[in-house]
């Protein structure tokens, strides 16, 4: 795509910072300065791309004199003014600085080609500035479907190795390619490009925690987030066709070595009941120091909120990152207050008092919580109308409503209050974060004498899997614990020893007899047919 190129500058430790890199063939070496808006050069005819954008830049885009001398509708010549990457209504876009690079990047190529255009569907704009900006809004929502944290690591690790590879075949990451209308040739290098990536990326890979050799998946996951991020650009990249024919291939090579134990899937573990409630004393107590934390429940938020937490997640199956924040600013789509609301003696209330709070009756009431946007559902159109119920039982040891009514009782929130609050803070009033509280977690189960192998998402698997020995079927587990497809469920809810031997004893010896047309011997056919009709058939 570029003859003549080679690309300096790329470094697999780290991410390569953005910066120019130029050769001009057949011409003496050029200095760019990175700091520039746009490089300096003399009269040579550079070959020039932007590596941490991927796309050819101005310097080398024959359309980029075009846009610099259009002129205003006002008769002034507009000045090549450095586009922010965020136009007025997406100020303050969580996009990290690489994603605005790709955004940017992405933006003054498409820019320059409706400039140029001059076919009979060609765009004829006067305000370019406009267009810029109606550009690059359009591309920043297209990059903001994707969920924050599969952005991030689309856009960091796995950019990382994608952008060290092209680098390689001084080539841009970016690619501008469709399959739909890409030649023979065209096709190939592409196919080339993915499918040859795969072996290349997990030989480079680390293995993850506990395992001895990288998942071969792995690398296949790295190169379907690089694809992520081409197709939010609008562009359509090869099918994945060879590259799932080289994972397999990839993984026959790993088993013949390494044996089929280093690609089994490490599920959660769940965690059992009674974990849970060697946890809760550890919660519970007084006086206990936890890392930089001493336990006090009955007098500090902190502790009160971790236990309406803790049962919360073991009588919902609601995941770490909707019941926290990822940070200390609070965020509209985070559990807030407002989503509990009550049940008191049959009667709803979403902003109860203490009386009516301290009024309540096993049998009669039960906390509500509604369920904020989550992996499965970021907008919240699948589960948001479909509420968390938690009846009220203080005997239990395990009550999410008790424990609930204890923090609503000891940090009390009315009308908007409760709109501005999540619905677990620390002492500061502010969210709790996941990564705080996985710390927390190795500590909390070091001192009740568990392993530290369980997690936050331990308690969703337990209650799957509670769920599955009480009878429940595959479509009320699911609607419980909220996943919408049998494959994530199969994951998670598995039979206790007792359950499999119990269906195993049932099994045992049962009569199965039955006649199989196919399997009959011919003359049982003939006197199955006489017996029947009471025809004489000669064999």
């Not at 992405?106 to 550009?135: Q, Y």
């Not at 120091?289 to 938020?301: D, E, I, K, Q, W």
């Not at 614990?481 to 469920?489: G, I, K, N, P, V």
Request: proline letters at 6%; one cysteine or more; charged letters at 20%.
């Amino acid at each position: 795509m570029l003859p003549g190129c080679y690309i300096t500058g790329v470094s697999f430790s780290g991410l390569p910072r953005p910066k120019r890199v130029a050769v001009a063939t057949g011409h003496p070496t050029i200095t760019i300065n990175p700091q520039l808006e746009r490089p300096r050069r003399d009269q040579s005819v550079l070959n020039e791309y932007d590596i941490a954008g991927g796309m050819l830049s101005n310097a080398y885009n024959i359309t980029a004199a075009k846009r610099r001398k259009h002129i205003s509708p006002s008769g002034d010549v507009r000045a090549p003014a450095a586009q922010d990457v965020s136009c007025p209504t997406s100020q303050g876009s969580p996009l990290s600085r690489q994603q605005q690079t790709i955004i940017k990047a992405t933006s003054d190529s498409l820019l320059d080609m409706v400039i140029s255009d001059t076919g009979p569907l060609s765009l004829k704009v006067s305000d370019t500035k406009s267009l810029a900006e109606r550009i690059t809004r359009m591309y920043t929502l297209m990059t903001m479907a994707r969920a924050a944290n599969t952005r991030k690591q689309d856009t960091g690790s796995n950019w990382k190795y994608w952008l060290t590879w092209c680098g390689m075949h001084n080539t841009p990451p970016v690619r501008p390619y469709m399959d739909k209308r890409a030649t023979v040739q065209e096709a190939a290098t592409e196919c080339y490009l993915w499918t040859a990536a795969l072996p290349w990326i997990y030989k480079r890979m680390q293995p993850g925690a506990g395992r001895s050799v990288p998942k071969p998946t792995s690398a296949l996951n790295v190169l379907r987030g690089v694809r992520r991020v081409q197709v939010s650009l609008g562009y359509d990249p090869p099918a994945l066709t060879s590259l799932n024919l080289s994972l397999k291939g990839l993984m026959h090579e790993v088993i013949a070595v390494h044996g089929p134990e280093v690609l089994e899937i490490k599920r959660t573990l769940p965690i059992p009941f009674p974990a849970q409630c060697d946890l809760l004393r550890v919660m519970r107590s007084t006086g206990l120091r936890l890392g930089s934390r001493v336990t006090n429940r009955a007098s500090c938020l902190f502790w009160c909120s971790l236990v309406a937490l803790t049962t919360t997640l073991a009588s919902s199956g609601m995941r770490k990152a909707e019941v926290t924040s990822t940070t200390k600013k609070l965020s509209r789509t985070d559990l807030l207050r407002s989503n509990l609301t009550w049940i008191i003696n049959h009667k709803f209330e979403s902003d109860p008092t203490e009386a009516q709070l301290r009024s309540m009756t096993p049998g009669s009431s039960w906390a509500v919580i509604k369920p904020c946007p989550s992996k499965a559902d970021p907008f919240g159109m699948v589960w948001g109308t479909k509420p968390i119920y938690l009846s009220y039982c203080p005997s239990k040891e395990i009550n999410a409503a008790a424990s609930l009514m204890e923090l609503e009782l000891m940090f009390p929130l009315h009308d908007d209050e409760r709109h501005n609050r999540a619905l677990f803070c620390d002492n500061d009033k502010m969210p709790l974060t996941g990564h705080s509280l996985d710390r927390l977690l190795q500590c909390m189960l070091t001192a009740a004498g568990h392993t530290t192998l369980y997690s936050w998402h331990s308690f969703r698997a337990a209650l799957a899997c509670q769920l599955l020995e009480a009878g429940a079927s595959t479509a009320d587990i699911m609607a419980l614990c909220r996943w919408q497809s049998e494959e994530s469920l199969a994951g998670y809810a598995q039979h206790s020893a007792q359950a499999y031997t119990r269906l195993l004893d049932n099994a045992y010896a049962r009569d199965f007899t039955q006649v199989r047309y196919s399997q009959t011997p011919v003359s049982q056919e003939y006197e199955m047919i006489r017996n029947m009709s009471g025809m004489h058939i000669s064999a």
